[in-house]
């Protein structure tokens, strides 16, 4: 069955970085989009970033363009979110999810799995 299993979450001070990694399963990985989204408490579903089963396009939200890069290594079956200069408003629950097809997308409706989640927790 497919699995996402999002890990790298933490804690970290404004100014500071995390990796983020999404390690998949149970299908083709290199045949889907694959995205990062997020949930801040209180609010809703943010997209993030979004990356192209063959890593030749990207996406990212206004709010962490500059300052977030997206990858994916379709041979360790892996998407990666690197996140720098980290603010307090980056603090969510941050989610993995796979798109039905090769292209991104932003809507919902285009992904059929999604992880658990990792938190993400920027403070001082």
């Known amino acids: 069955q497919v699995q996402l299993v999002e890990s790298g979450g933490g804690l970290a001070q404004p100014g500071g970085s995390l990796r983020l990694s999404c390690a998949a399963s149970g299908f083709t990985f290199s045949n889907y989009a694959m995205s990062w989204a997020r949930q801040a408490p209180g609010k809703g579903l943010e997209w993030v970033s979004g990356i192209s089963s063959d890593g030749s396009d990207t996406y990212y939200a206004d709010s962490v363009k500059g300052r977030v890069t997206i990858s994916r290594d379709n041979a360790k079956n892996t998407v990666y979110l690197r996140m720098n200069s980290l603010k307090p408003e980056d603090t969510a629950l941050y989610y993995c999810?796979?798109?039905?097809?090769?292209?991104?997308?932003?809507?919902?409706?285009?992904?059929?799995?999604w992880g658990q989640g990792t938190q993400v927790t920027v403070s001082s």
């Open positions: 999810a796979k798109a039905k097809w090769p292209i991104i997308t932003t809507l919902t409706d285009e992904y059929d799995y």
